[in-house]
């Protein structure tokens, strides 16, 4: 008998497996993807949509739309304890577009208040203030990363990202003031013009600022003619590690002492939830599934438009023989 090619993973498979996530019951971490830059980097891969007036209110509406399509085979008893807005550049978000959003997930979700809340953002220094952390811990945001990427002049400007120190800073001791619980500084690996010589200079003044975090991402796709990443890692790790920090996942460093117990407390907690993906390209993680939503605009616009989820890829982790039918409530039977 011919072996027949495995059935495309779609948005029927995707809405079965959350509703068959249901009967464990886990936890939920919603990974919000707001892909909208002032202007791209030059050593970014993202697929990012630059729009100099913010993000768009069109694209609000439809995650909107994604959120109540998402919930509606969830156990609404299940909580959101963790929530992570990356990008993209979130801090594009006017201060009320932040505030509506929040609404907006507190009304399909059961949002967490507890000490188990991990809200996260990504924030470009440049496009922030301390109003806008202010604002973000009124909504309740504990953990916050800054994507600084160099903090050298010649690389900064070869990527079109100039973000000068006394943009940081700021942020950082009003982070604290306000008693957000992550504070991280994101650096970037393998750009133009970065030797080992730069490197360190950046990691001195950002170990100065005294971050309890700092992650390291190589550049993607790899940089020609950029120093070797694995170099530039391992030269950071020792740099770190004179530092006072230590590493507790590839890439991925904090001060030895409350922050390094904190983050592996955090890293136990996420791996004990069900991640659900919203927006352009997120990427969702169940019991029996994982699944990608469409890449680009358009095609998540189209979806959404036609009232079913963006799920463009995706694949059974563990499926279950007789995936559970759906209830007309949202459950399953």
Known sequence: ????????????????????????????????????CRQACRHCARPVAGDATGIP??????????????????????RVQALHWGGGTPSLLRLDQMSDLIDRLAARFSLES?????????????????????????????????????????????????????????????????????????????LPHQSGERLADTLSQVAAMAPPRILLHRASPPVAGAPDADD????????????????WRPGHYARR?????????????????????LGVGAHSRLPDAEARNATTLADYAAALDAGRLATASGQWRSRPVDPPPHRADGGIT
Not at 232 to 247: H, I, T
Not at 257 to 270: K, M, S
């Open 1 to 36: 008998m011919p072996v027949r090619a495995p059935r495309r993973f779609g948005a029927d498979d995707f809405e079965t497996a959350l509703a068959a996530s249901n009967a464990v019951g886990r936890p939920l971490s919603v990974r919000l993807a707001l892909p909208f």
């Open 57 to 78: 209110e069109a694209y609000l509406t439809r995650l909107d739309r994604e959120m109540v399509l998402v919930r509606r085979p969830l156990d609404p008893a299940r």
């Open 114 to 190: 507890g000490p188990s809340r991990d809200f996260a953002i990504e924030l470009d220094p440049r496009e922030a203030d301390v109003l806008t952390l202010r604002h973000l811990e009124a909504l309740g945001f504990n953990r916050l990363r800054l994507t600084v990427l160099d903090l050298t002049p010649r690389v900064q400007a070869a990527v079109g990202r100039p973000c000068p120190r006394p943009l940081i800073e700021p942020l950082l001791d009003e982070a604290d003031r306000l008693g957000f619980r992550s504070l991280a500084v994101e650096l970037a690996l393998g």
């Open 232 to 247: 530039l890692e391992a030269r950071a790790e020792r740099l770190l590690a004179e530092a006072g920090y230590a590493a």
């Open 257 to 277: 002492g409350p922050a390094l117990d904190d983050a592996r407390a955090q890293a136990d907690r996420e791996a004990r939830r069900d991640r659900l993906g």
